[in-house]
């Protein structure tokens, strides 16, 4: 079917003229922002240039070495997370129990968690168990830890996305025919998942960095514990730590960047 002159030139309307006005707008706003980073990143450049002496040989025989802990560093954190999502879930369900015990068993783990620190739980599953018999690698106690510590932490967040599904449609799951189970394998969790998802990121890009602390035990080899040792050794502490902090920036970013792109999705499927 041919389209005329007059309709090919036909005046935009005024929601699209404001759609693109807004367009425009956010363009702007992104390339302010991105001149701003580089003119921060130019500053840092020269800082280090200049009156911060780095020596240059150092980073470039010992960058692969510390990057070679980067695998260890994703391998706990991804571990970890699993493990923090399975007891956060676990946890949630219980404080939303009214079972007794079981709200009970869920409230004071997310207490006693809480209220300890990291690195403490990090060596008291590395240092004290060995005094009840029981022997963990430096691995599986910076995983198990990491996976207490934020599985408390996070139980909030699928405690609020399982109590955002609303009463009318565990009823109408119930009018259905469906079984307890069921209504929360098919209604509840899909839904408080897709709520928990955005959060549950910000908290692996947290862990990610948490994980440095594993490096204390000594027998791990991710990205701190390498930066560290070489740093001690030949006597330049500040390159070494400089490098680890750049992995670390860049990791952080690429999965902020994930994120970002899998929040972009939610937000279509929403509308």
């Not at 691995?139 to 198990?144: P, R």
């Not at 509840?188 to 890009?205: C, K, S």
């Amino acid at each position: 079917m041919s389209i005329s002159v007059e309709e090919q030139s036909a005046p935009k309307s005024q929601a699209e003229l404001l759609y693109e006005a807004q367009l425009r707008k956010e363009r702007r706003f992104r390339v302010n922002v991105a001149i701003t980073w580089g003119i921060l990143l130019l500053i840092l450049v020269l800082l280090f240039s200049g009156p911060i002496k780095i020596d240059g040989e150092f980073v470039r025989k010992n960058m692969l070495y510390i990057a070679g802990g980067l695998w260890q560093t994703v391998l706990i954190s991804v571990l970890s997370i699993m493990l923090a999502i399975a007891l956060a879930l676990l946890a949630a369900l219980g404080r939303l129990s009214n079972i007794p015990p079981v709200y009970a068993l869920s409230t004071f783990y997310v207490s006693l968690i809480r209220g300890t620190p990291l690195y403490l739980q990090i060596f008291f599953f590395f240092l004290a168990l060995p005094q009840l018999g029981i022997q963990l690698s430096g691995l599986a106690s910076g995983v198990f830890a990491l996976g207490l510590n934020y599985g408390a932490y996070m139980s909030e967040i699928f405690r609020a996305g399982l109590a955002s599904v609303s009463k009318g449609q565990r009823e109408a799951a119930m009018a259905l025919g469906m079984t307890p189970g069921q209504t929360m394998k098919r209604v509840i969790l899909p839904q408080a998942l897709r709520f928990a998802i955005p959060p549950v990121g910000n908290e692996f890009i947290a862990m990610t960095k948490d994980s440095a602390l594993v490096s204390a035990t000594g027998f791990v080899h991710e990205l701190m514990w390498r930066a560290t040792k070489v740093g001690r050794a030949q006597f330049h502490n500040l390159e070494a730590l400089i490098m680890a902090a750049i992995f670390y920036w860049i990791m952080t970013l690429i999965l902020t960047f994930i994120q970002n792109k899998i929040e972009a999705r939610l937000a279509k499927g929403d509308r």
